[in-house]
């Protein structure tokens, strides 16, 4: 399989050093970068000569785990130093609907009970409804008079850095609060354990964004009941193929899986044919920075299958491994130092604390994170990642999972694990507000049932 064309381009703050960017996400992975080939670990750990003593043996593959630490320890240092670099953006606000999609919040309490289904469980008619929903909230604008089209009234980047302004619609609106949860990781107000990536309220601030987008589409389609569906990753290994995963990314529904050649990587199909594609998103090594921000319309892009650093979608035996963790997350909160091993979040996200390539430490090349590298292009290239409908079909999955593991300690028969609804561990500094939707607050949504929705089918321990 053809990779991608690495990038060659200059770190903006050190020009005098050139690296390679392979299928760069995030501006964390530049300088990630900078600091791998500053500490010269260009070269795997030397196992040392046959014959030598074994407590030699032992002291080279000590010093080789600690060589990874220090590594690890300075990729992050890196990731950190970019906190900070700007002000801050009110966008997109809360479009005059601060708590829309809660039960109580805005009028938008769907009046039955909804349940998210596989997406290949669904028949062509259903799928093409779930599309046309997506392309509904695209063509609800500020302008349209429609239902819902007074919640398309909000703060836009494109209109903040003076750039090709477009007509605001329910879509976007989610584009755009993701691609903020990342330029306001540089900004003084902001650090990365305070946001919706990298810390404790991941999961959940994706449940409300989920949930919010549901309330729009049921009011505008005028259906109450309903529900996104999910992407089951096992599905992609149906066809024992999983580089191309024919079952979700179909012409006639979302679309097919772009190319590997960056030429090329515009989504082919109904989707597009329906002229579905971008208003805004951001481009280069610098995706958390406001210059990043691009205002342009173009088709949705993908590279399913073309990764450098993830080899299929997470399959079942990564999926059984969230019941291995028995805490939702673990000091200190965030995705360089928690221990994978002890943490649901950590390993969820998809993030390593004991990760030494340096894209795999900026983005997480696990779980979560290995779906975004797995579809590629605009949803492993740009913080706007909400731009491929398939975003949501992801993280309806990230949250069955949590769902799931939730389920697991209410049934478990043990106190500790049922506290805070299945949440042991749920760090009580971050149940307050959430980033962007200050008015919910995360301990609002710990009971997804008690949000009016549930799965047909949630794993279990043992499943695999």
Request: net charge negative; charged share 20%; glycine share 10%.
């Given at each position: 399989?053809?990779l991608r064309?690495?990038?060659?381009t ?6 005098s ?11 964390l992975?530049a300088?990630?970068?900078v ?14 000569a046959?014959?030598e003593e074994?407590d030699a043996?032992?002291t ?17 240092q890196?990731i ?12 997109p606000?809360v ?20 349940v ?19 392309i509904?909230l ?6 349209s008079?429609g239902?819902g ?8 980047f494109?209109d903040?850095l ?9 879509y976007?609106f989610?584009v ?16 990365h ?5 990298m ?12 949930l919010?987008?549901e ?12 529900a ?9 290994y149906?066809?024992g193929?999983p ?5 979700i990314?179909e ?7 772009g ?22 998103y951001?481009?280069g ?6 210059e990043?921000i ?14 450098a650093?993830?080899d ?10 969230i019941?291995?963790?028995?805490i939702?997350d ?20 998809g993030f390593s604390?004991?990760e ?35 975003f949501?079909?992801?993280h ?8 799931a ?24 500094d971050y ?9 919910v607050?995360a ?14 089918r949630?794993?279990v321990?043992?499943?695999?």
């Open positions: 399989m053809l064309d690495p990038l060659v200059e770190h903006p703050i050190l020009p050093i050139s690296y390679r960017i392979v299928s760069v996400r995030f501006f992975l300088v990630a970068v600091s791998l080939l500053a500490v010269g670990c260009g070269t795997a750990p030397d196992d040392g046959a014959g074994s043996a032992t080279e593959t000590a010093t080789s785990s600690t060589d990874d630490d220090d590594l690890h320890a300075q990729i992050c890196q950190d130093a970019t906190v900070g670099l700007n002000d801050g953006f009110d966008v606000g479009a005059g609907a601060p708590r829309w999609g809660m039960p109580d919040g805005d009028g938008a309490a769907p009046a039955k009970r909804r998210r289904r596989s997406w290949s469980s669904l028949d062509a008619a259903e799928k093409k409804r779930v599309v046309d929903a997506f509904a695209k063509n609800t604008t500020a302008s008079g239902l089209s007074n919640r398309a009234v909000y703060n836009s494109c903040e003076g750039l090709e302004a477009y007509d605001h619609n329910l976007d989610y755009e609060a993701h691609a903020n949860a990342f330029v306001s990781m540089m900004t003084p107000y902001q650090n354990n305070n946001m919706a990536h810390a404790p309220q991941f999961v959940v601030w994706h449940r409300y964004l989920l919010r987008m309330a729009d589409i049921a009011e505008v389609i005028g259906d109450p009941a309903f996104l569906p999910y992407w089951d990753w096992t599905d992609c149906d066809d193929d580089a191309t995963c024919g079952q990314f012409r006639d529904f979302l679309g097919l899986g190319s590997c050649d960056e030429a090329d990587t515009a989504v082919e199909g109904y989707l597009s044919e329906q002229g579905f594609g971008t208003h805004v951001t481009n090594e610098s995706s958390f920075s406001p990043s691009v205002c342009a319309q173009r088709p949705v892009h993908r590279a399913v299958g073309c990764s650093y993830v299929g979608p997470p399959d079942q035996a990564a999926i059984d491994g019941f291995d963790r028995k939702y673990a000091e200190p909160y965030n995705s360089c130092d928690t221990d994978r091993d002890v943490s649901f979040r950590q390993y969820l996200e604390n004991d030494t390539r340096p894209y795999c430490v900026a983005t997480g090349c696990y779980m979560h994170g290995r779906g975004h590298g797995y579809v590629g292009g605009d949803m492993d290239g740009s913080s706007a990642s909400p731009n491929d409908p398939i949501f079909l992801h309806a999955q990230v949250d069955r999972l949590w769902a593991w939730q389920d697991a300690n209410l049934a478990s028969g043990d106190a500790g694990r049922q506290v805070d609804v299945g949440n042991p561990g749920f760090p009580d149940l307050g507000a959430l980033f962007n939707f200050t008015e607050r301990s609002e949504l710990l009971d997804y049932r008690a949000l009016g929705y549930e799965y047909d949630l794993p321990p043992g499943d695999g």
